[in-house]
T-cell receptor, first 112, second 117 residues
Framework: GENVEQHPSTLSVQEGDSAVIKCTYS??????FPWYKQELGKGPQLIID?????GEKKDQRIAVTLNKTAKHFSLHITETQPEDSAVYFC???????????FGKGNQVVVIP | DGGITQSPKYLFRKEGQNVTLSCEQN?????MYWYRQDPGQGLRLIYY???????QKGDIAEGYSVSREKKESFPLTVTSAQKNPTAFYLC????????????????FGEGSRLTVL
C-alpha cells in the first residue's frame, strides 16, 4: 500500500517568515495529495489539495507543489502568522477514493 | 450548523471493558470513517462505511467493531481485545465515493480521547 513520509517533524519559524513542509510518497499511481491542518484539540481540516495533473496550486498564503518524478510534494506557507501554528498532515491516495494514507504530521510553531 | 459531532470528548475506561464512541453527522454524507491518532503518528484508518448497513475494515481494525444502521450515525466500539486502546479517535465523513461532485475532502469531528486506566 501507499506509504507517506513527512519531514521535518517539528518546525519553528519567526512570524513573517516562510515555512516549508515536504512529504514523499511511495505509490506512483497516487494522484491526489491533500494537506490537512489540525489545531489543538480539534479535528483536522483540509486547507489545500493538488491533483497529479498540475504541478502547483496556490491559495492566498499557502501553496502546494508536486514533483511526480521524484514522488514528493510540499506545502509552502508565506508570511507566517501565529494562527498558522498547528499540526499539518500530508496525505496521498486516489482522487475520489477517499481512502488516504497520511503522514505522521508536522508541528509548526510560529514565534511572534 | 452542519457538521460532525463526536461524544464523549473524554472517556476513561478500565481494562477489560468495552466502550462505544458516538459519531453523528448532519451533512447528508454517505461515507463515514474512523481514524486513530497516536502522539507523533499519522492518522490510521480503523473502519469505513460507504453506505448504510455496509462497512469495511481499514488498516488497524483488530479489537474494534462498528455499525451503520443509520446514515447519520457510525458508532465505534473499542473492545477489550484491543491491546493498546488509549488514543485520540477521530470520526470523519465525505460525499459518496464515485460521485462526480466528490472532491475527496474528509470532514472531521473534534475527536474523542480515550484513556484506559
Amino acid at each position: 500500500g501507499e506509504n507517506v513520509e513527512q519531514h521535518p517533524s517539528t518546525l519553528s519559524v519567526q512570524e513573517g517568515d516562510s515555512a516549508v513542509i515536504k512529504c514523499t510518497y511511495s505509490d506512483s499511481a497516487s494522484n491526489y495529495f491533500p494537506w490537512y491542518k489540525q489545531e489543538l484539540g480539534k479535528g483536522p481540516q483540509l486547507i489545500i489539495d493538488i491533483r497529479s495533473n498540475v504541478g502547483e496550486k496556490k491559495d492566498q498564503r499557502i501553496a502546494v507543489t508536486l514533483n511526480k518524478t521524484a514522488k514528493h510534494f510540499s506545502l509552502h506557507i508565506t508570511e507566517t502568522q501565529p494562527e498558522d501554528s498547528a499540526v499539518y498532515f500530508c496525505a496521498a491516495g486516489y482522487y475520489g477514493n477517499n481512502r488516504l494514507a497520511f503522514g505522521k504530521g508536522n508541528q509548526v510553531v510560529v514565534i511572534p | 450548523d452542519g457538521g460532525i459531532t463526536q461524544s464523549p470528548k473524554y472517556l476513561f475506561r478500565k481494562e477489560g471493558q468495552n466502550v462505544t464512541l458516538s459519531c453523528e453527522q448532519n451533512l447528508n454524507h454517505d461515507a463515514m470513517y474512523w481514524y486513530r491518532q497516536d502522539p507523533g503518528q499519522g492518522l490510521r484508518l480503523i473502519y469505513y462505511s460507504q453506505i448504510v448497513n455496509d462497512f469495511q475494515k481499514g488498516d488497524i481494525a483488530e479489537g474494534y467493531s462498528v455499525s451503520r444502521e443509520k446514515k447519520e450515525s457510525f458508532p465505534l466500539t473499542v473492545t477489550s481485545a484491543q491491546k493498546n486502546p488509549t488514543a485520540f479517535y477521530l470520526c470523519a465523513s465525505s460525499i459518496s465515493l464515485g460521485l462526480a461532485t466528490n472532491t475527496g475532502e474528509l470532514f472531521f469531528g473534534e475527536g474523542s480521547r480515550l484513556t484506559v486506566l
